[in-house]
């Protein structure tokens, strides 16, 4: 993202994102041991399934409301046509994974299926990133080796505006100094925003 410009915004400002894009982010509903609202694909069973498991419990757990991918290596994923088909807008995921036991998930569009990031570890996971894709499909997809992976719950917002996490300003700095084309910035000129 260093390339691309950003306004300046004041200190504090908080991130807006719009609405809640996924239909039963939850994994509350399930229907015939796949999640309502979700496409699935490339299950074979018994190898290879989503299925529905309790909270930090893996492949073959008795609870519910929570979904597992399971597979020996083959591609498997599941999917939601919620994203701006015309590609290029800038989203932020939450996804809470509870239980890892290998492999890796990777979040993004059908075209570049990590342009969100990727996942290999329990907690929350906030992912930033702009989809790729013309088309509108967000999905959740084995990335390559054999993987168990449950996740409670997926969050999909628009980000509207930028938050600023942190204010990286030199505005201290005495004096100033010149750019790459040889025009002098002043201490103003630079404060300098991390973006999350
Ligand atoms: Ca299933
Ligand atoms: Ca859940």
């Known amino acids: 993202m260093a390339s691309r ?3 300046r915004l004041p200190s504090g400002h908080k991130e807006q994102l719009g609405p809640e894009l996924v239909v039963n982010g939850d994994f509350s509903a399930w ?9 699935v694909f490339g299950e074979s069973l018994p190898n290879t399934e989503v299925s529905e498991v309790g909270s930090g419990e ?3 757990g008795t609870g519910t409301g929570s979904c597992n991918f399971y597979t020996t290596g083959v591609n498997i994923y599941t ?4 994203l701006n088909p015309f590609g290029g807008t800038r989203y932020k995921i939450v996804i809470k994974c509870s239980f890892v036991s290998g492999g890796t998930l990777s979040i993004g569009d059908d075209i570049n299926s990590t342009c969100f ?3 290999s570890a329990t907690g929350i996971h906030t992912l930033r990133g702009i989809n790729e894709n013309f088309g509108n499909i967000f999905q959740i997809k084995r990335t390559g080796a054999a993987t168990n992976i449950t996740i409670d719950s997926v969050s999909v917002k ?4 930028e938050g600023v996490d942190e204010i990286l300003s030199i505005s201290a700095q005495s004096g100033s100094i010149l750019d790459r084309w040889g025009n002098t910035l002043t201490p103003t000129d630079m404060t300098v925003y991390k973006f999350s």
């Open 79 to 82: 999917s939601q046509d919620i």
């Open 117 to 119: 990031g990727i996942i």
């Open 58 to 60: 893996g492949h073959g």
């Open 158 to 161: 628009e980000i509207f505006v």
């Open 5 to 7: 410009r950003y306004k």
């Open 31 to 39: 229907t015939a041991d796949n999640p309502d609202g979700w496409s």
